[in-house]
């Protein structure tokens, strides 16, 4: 392909795939009467059950796939046996069925060719694609080396392409879950337990007596297995005291809301602390035994009063040490939450470095009822030989920000956009289970990226917004369709679950593994694929962990001993944790050294002008960004998202519930699509609210095209944080217009 400028390409109809099957939803404290009353067809007692695990989000809850004789997926039901689920899917989950039989599948790979002058694509075979991707590839590599060919991945996809490149001689790799989500609190915990928090987050909130969440919607994000602890919580008489802009579903179980000003998080937090130790409700034996620079802390902290921070936050000082002495009186038993797409204001490390500190002089960390100590199990990796080193990766694209722990996905796209001095140019992209388009702040740096590239090949099993870019777009089948990686994850106790292909690959759709393998053998990397297919990589795993295919298809999820003593701290023993002290760091040497502030402190930040709100954004249980905003089951319980506007706000603009408006932000940018409003007490007037994952520009996408807006259409702005390369999307503010701003023009 050239260098010319990448049109994006609206894919065409490639035929049309299976009906979906209707999904009721999960009540988000209670009890799933779907999963208890399924009713299968007549021919139920020939249905046969498959182990799987669930790829609709990142959880990956266990499940069990029952298909009948024809081959088609009937339903998916939770593994009893898994504790990220404990037998309960979300909607999601259940939905899953519709990912199958999405007929807006991708369906055969496809080329981007030229005809009459107008950029296209054409249907290929796999042996043309693959050749193509293949060739590119080598000519890349002869030109500017291996190391120039980045990959941008989430998921199991990911994992397969991971292993390809890093044959192939390039570590450029990564993945919007680290800078565009969680980096900034691994970062930060890391800094101050020496120990990142991971994923599932090691939460004991079933034996919590007090659950602190700040920006974190347990219960919209369904985070399976926390929701049902929270539920237990609240049942056992646990308090909850909710931070948030917002009065979300979390709020609604709270004791406390504290509807704090958007952007003064940092301040809550330290007066927190001034209370605590002002007022010796801290774990004096705890931080005496575990806590290196208490001191310091404390006489960091002496100014930050309730008064102080009322100031800031608009929360009165009496509720800021009412909380403060809820959680102290729970405490250890007491969780600061902390949090997932953390990235917000840049100083996010900081934010996230307070939250560990308060959970520290909590005496939270390694408690029953605050965060136990995870354990996991690792899986070995089917033999091949050393990766070749490359002359630099991921590490010297993101060498600015000294603490980023994985690949910087916006620094990876400005090192494509050409430039005299760039010291590690990027000059072609595999896109890998992740839509990019509406994952990534600051769409106007894509898009010079995106044309500035020399070759874009996108791994899918949907035409999203990032595959209209593509030069060749790979189908992947959907994850119930292949066997896949075997998965482990940190719990409290060391589980692993697999996933075997229930039904074989419907249209022209393939497994990642099988893509990433038919590519590397073009590549002559036939070394590390020294296998006939990724069935036998997985049965050699297991029997190398004790187990075999026949026991995990009967199980599904194998429980193996804790491999690294008591899941709470013994109290009785000296505990090394993980930091160059050996201690908990609430006064961090490491960030001194680096010039950073070694304690968080709090910077005022801009606020919206004058007409103009925050936008704020979040998640839907019934929807993985936009993943599933077309899924037949999962639209039919929320096809849209709303903006919701306080009801002061809408007087003075004139708005009323379900009337529709478009967003005009600070740089002008006006959404696409407009929006339905809604009407709220449940927002900050200072504040407006979308789910994310909405307003699809595909018409190809039947049933989520034009419905609702796109949030990451309005983040042009992005505070970066200094630390690790965090890109903070919540400094951006919107008007809201009225009148239709393209009726002029043909949309």
Not at 384 to 396: G, Q, S, V
């Amino acid at each position: 392909m050239t260098t010319s400028r990448r049109k994006f390409i609206k894919i065409s109809a490639l035929g049309v795939g299976g009906l979906a099957t209707a999904s009721a939803a999960y009540n988000m404290f209670g009890t799933t009467s779907f999963l208890n009353t399924f009713s299968a067809p007549n021919n139920s007692k020939a249905l046969k059950r498959t182990a799987t695990y669930c790829e609709v989000c990142f959880w990956k809850c266990a499940a069990w796939a029952y298909s009948d004789g024809e081959g088609h997926i009937q339903k998916i039901i939770g593994n009893d046996d898994d504790p990220h689920c404990n037998g309960r899917l979300c909607p999601r989950g259940t939905g899953g069925v519709g990912m199958y039989n999405d007929e807006d599948r991708l369906k055969t790979p496809l080329i981007r060719t030229t005809i009459n002058g107008e950029q296209t694509f054409r249907e290929a075979s796999w042996d043309e694609a693959l050749n193509v991707v293949a060739s590119k590839l080598k000519t890349i590599k002869d030109n500017h080396g291996a190391e120039s060919i980045a990959l941008l991945k989430h998921g199991c996809p990911g994992w397969h392409f991971e292993h390809l490149f890093r044959a192939f001689g390039s570590d450029t790799t990564a993945e919007p879950a680290f800078a565009q989500c969680r980096g900034p609190r691994e970062t930060a915990f890391a800094l101050t337990f020496g120990s990142w928090v991971g994923s599932p987050e090691p939460t004991d909130i079933r034996d919590t007596k007090c659950l602190v969440l700040i920006g974190s919607h347990i219960g919209e994000n369904m985070h399976n297995s926390q929701v049902q602890e929270m539920s237990d919580a609240i049942d056992n008489g646990a308090t909850i005291i909710t931070v948030d802009p917002r009065f979300s579903t979390a709020a609604s179980k709270s004791q406390h809301w504290l509807a704090i000003k958007p952007a003064t998080d940092i301040a809550l937090l330290l007066s927190w602390m001034h209370v605590l130790i002002e007022e010796e409700l801290y774990d004096k034996a705890y931080v005496e035994k575990y806590v290196y620079g208490f001191d310091e802390l404390k006489a960091h902290v002496r100014e930050f009063t309730p008064e102080w921070a009322y100031g800031i936050t608009t929360i009165k000082p009496e509720e800021i040490r009412k909380t403060a002495r809820a959680m102290a009186h729970a405490a250890p038993a007491v969780i600061v939450h902390p949090g997932r797409h953390v990235v917000w204001y840049g100083d996010d490390t900081q934010r996230e470095r307070a939250i560990a500190i308060l959970n520290g002089l909590l005496g939270s960390w390694g408690r029953r009822g605050g965060f136990y100590l995870k354990d996991s199990i690792a899986i070995p990796d089917f033999p091949h030989p050393e990766y070749p080193k490359p002359k630099w990766d991921w590490r010297d694209i993101g060498e600015n920000y000294p603490l980023a722990q994985m690949g910087l996905t916006n620094e990876i796209i400005k090192a494509s956009i050409p430039s005299e001095n760039a010291k590690y140019p990027v000059k072609a992209w595999m896109v890998a289970g992740t839509n990019l388009i509406k994952s990534i702040p600051d769409t106007i740096q894509l898009q010079k990226a995106l044309e500035a590239l020399e070759f874009l090949v996108v791994v899918d099993t949907m035409p999203m917004d990032i595959t209209g870019y593509a030069d060749v777009i790979l189908p992947e089948c959907t994850y119930l369709e292949r066997t896949d990686i075997v998965r482990s994850a940190t719990n409290r106790e060391p589980s692993i679950a697999v996933r075997f292909a229930a039904v074989p690959p419907k249209y022209q759709t393939k497994p990642g593994a099988w893509i990433a393998k038919e590519i590397g053998m073009r590549l002559g990397l036939e070394a590390y694929y020294q296998y006939d297919d990724f069935d036998e990589v997985v049965n050699w795993q297991l029997k190398e962990m004790g187990t075999s295919r026949e026991e995990m298809e009967k199980i599904g999820v194998k429980k193996y001993p804790r491999q690294s003593g008591s899941l709470y701290l013994n109290e009785d023993e000296v505990h090394h944790f993980g930091t160059a002290s050996g201690k908990i760091e609430f006064y961090s040497h490491e960030l001194k050294d680096l010039g950073f502030d070694p304690m968080p402190k709090y910077t005022p930040h801009p606020e919206p002008p004058q007409g103009f709100y925050r936008l704020n954004y979040g998640r839907s249980p019934m929807h993985t960004f936009s993943r599933t905003s077309n899924n037949p089951n999962l639209t039919d319980l929320k096809k849209e998202n709303d903006l919701w506007v306080n009801p002061k706000v809408a007087r003075i603009i004139g708005l009323k519930t379900g009337q529709r408006v478009w967003l005009k932000n600070q740089d002008d940018i006006i959404s696409t699509f407009s929006i339905k409003v809604r009407v709220t007490e449940r927002v900050r007037w200072d504040s407006v609210y979308m789910v994310h994952g909405f307003g699809n520009d595909n018409k190809k996408l039947t049933r989520s095209y034009g419905k609702g807006i796109d949030d990451t259409q309005m983040i042009s702005r992005v505070f970066t944080d200094p630390i690790m390369g965090g890109t903070g999307m919540r400094g951006n503010y919107v008007s809201i217009v009225t009148e239709n701003p393209h009726k002029n023009e043909a949309i």
